[in-house]
Nanobody
Framework: QVQLVQSGGGLVQAGGSLRLSCAASGSIFSINGMGWYRQVPGNERELVATITSGGATMYANSVKGRFTISRDNAKNMVYLEMSDLKPEDTDVYYC????????????????WGQGTQVTVSS
């Protein structure tokens, strides 16, 4: 019913920039928070940045000042602008849509994107 499709990412040199996009599609009535997480295989998925439906943002300390999260509520999309990238930013990045409701009376549930690789070379 609801699908999150990510785009962007790839290989970049240290100091470079990348943009990630995530589009939520399907029968969507409302989405609460949206966010980006990253995970190295074998490690837990960690929060990178989140944004509420009202636009309030939160960032991991490691990315503050370098990454910017934004969203387009009308299009059900969330973006992550990454600048001054460092080798330690290399990870698989996942978008998340929280408390997605398919109609006004349904319970919400969370959805994840398929993941996209970001590799920063030194």
């Amino acid at each position: 019913q609801v699908q999150l499709v990510q785009s962007g990412g790839g290989l970049v040199q240290a100091g470079g920039s990348l943009r990630l996009s995530c589009a939520a599609s399907g029968s969507i009535f409302s989405i609460n928070g949206m966010g980006w997480y990253r995970q190295v295989p074998g490690n837990e998925r960690e929060l990178v940045a989140t944004i509420t439906s009202g636009g309030a943002t939160m960032y991991a300390n490691s990315v503050k000042g370098r990454f910017t999260i934004s969203r387009d509520n009308a299009k059900n999309m969330v973006y992550l602008e990454m600048s001054d990238l460092k080798p330690e930013d290399t990870d698989v990045y996942y978008c998340k849509a929280e408390n997605v409701r398919t109609n006004s009376w349904s319970f919400g549930r969370d959805y994840w994107g398929q993941g996209t690789q970001v590799t920063v070379s030194s």
